[in-house]
């Protein structure tokens, strides 16, 4: 199963993106997608989360600007991601767990906001 994501780009400070990850075949039994990033010379982090009942948890520094979603029929979770900041540059990856412990890992997408 490989996750392919989408959206990314060049946006100016105050902007928005949707970055959009869809599995190559069906996933069965996903736990919880999710969307980290990593920034040059840094670790990668949570930026947010959704559980397949829908439950959603998210980086206090991206609360109230990004919401996640999912369709889980399609196995695809989106990150809608709005008042960009210059810290919000990253490479956005997004990953999908299942019930048995199963991880996969999309090969990111960048995500640069100019000031």
């Known amino acids: 199963v490989q996750l392919q994501a989408s959206g990314g780009g060049l946006v100016q400070a105050g902007g928005s993106l949707r970055l959009s990850c869809a599995a190559s075949r069906t996933i069965f039994s996903i736990n919880v997608m999710g969307w980290y990033r990593q920034a040059p010379g840094k670790q990668r982090e949570l930026v947010a989360s959704?559980?397949?009942?829908?439950?959603?948890n998210y980086a206090d520094s991206v609360k109230g600007r990004f919401t996640i979603s999912s369709d889980n029929a399609k196995n695809t979770v989106y990150l809608q991601m709005s008042s960009l900041e210059p810290e919000d540059t990253s490479v956005y990856y997004c990953?999908?767990?299942?019930?048995?412990?199963?991880?996969?890992w999309g090969k990111g997408t960048l995500v640069t906001v100019s000031s």
């Open positions: 990953r999908i767990e299942t019930q048995g412990g199963t991880l996969y």
């Open positions: 959704i559980t397949s009942g829908g439950w959603t």
